[in-house]
């Protein structure tokens, strides 16, 4: 693995040469990167336990060439390292482009948006549906007026970069379509489906309440001689000023040698803005991007202040179900740097007694 982490790096670097190579290019090259570090304090009845980890340490280049291609390649240095995002795209018109790498598979509203921008420190349990990010290649297309807009992304892909060795154990292909208007109020719709091949695996599931320092796992199931799966998900957005209503569900039905397993989950969740600002979305991506701070604290203002609530469920079958509520506080100082605050409370059916999780997030990003 370290001789793998290191061809890596050396090949990031290799790919920022082209860029910077490109006088012309505006875009020509740019290095930034992320840091996020969590505490989180489990509560049961009797006592409590404090955790605390850095949640992301990540270093990325990015950047274009000869006019329509573009690349990037991020590294995430915690819990032994690991790639994300390695792709090389080329335009083919301004909403139309190809992409090939290792990159997530078009799926799901929250999976594609940026942890950077989510509006909870963890995605929401249905986010274990959806699958890791892959080596494969994608498509991306839309059309749009000036308040409409019609989005289509789809793709084949094989396995994780650092699995590469394992190719053809494991294949899949994936498509994501959304429609937006965007005037007075923003309204979003969406649907995804995903089929997945697997070669006579093995596969541990279980869900984790929504704070990653816990190390807590519940509907706990292992499956067998895995042959394939079939997904889908629906996805709304509905937003007037500060105001933002989210959901999805998302529905997944395994199939083994003998039996068929489905999964289900979804979450729906609200959050409001006190100081009047306003989550932005990006059209042609169709998912949410960086929040525009006007009260800098760097400039001796109070930031954005986001209260937010959200009602996540998970469904096992036989398993069991798993349901969490979370409540949450968002201080962004700036555009680049917040502060996350959030208290989890887990119902589990089949557990006597669940903890309840205050946890905090710095996180900044350049």
Known sequence: MKHFETVGLLLTAAMA????LCAGDREGLRLGGRISADSAWEIFAAHATN???VRRARLFCKGTFAKRFAYEAEYDFTRGGAWKDIALSYRISPHTNVAIGNMKEPFSLEALTSS??????ERGLPNRLTEP???????RTGYGTKRWFWHLETGYFTVPVEKVSQIGTTDSAALRTTLSYSGAMLWHVGASLGHTRYDDQKRKFSFRPESHPVTLKYLQTKLKHLQKSDRYGLEGVWQYGRISLQGEYIGTRFRTRKKVYKFSGWYLQTSC????HKRRYKRKEAVFGRLKVSDKITSGGLGAWEAAVRLSHADMQKAGSLTT???GV???MTSHLRTMFEYVAIDMQTEKSSPNILQMRIAYDF
């Open 133 to 139: 990010r892959k080596v494969g290649m994608q498509f």
């Open 325 to 327: 509520w979370t409540l």
């Open 273 to 276: 803005f006190l100081t009047g």
């Open 17 to 20: 040469i082209p860029a910077s």
């Open 116 to 121: 950077k921008y989510n509006t909870f420190m």
């Open 330 to 332: 968002n201080w962004y």
């Open 51 to 53: 955790r605390n980890e």
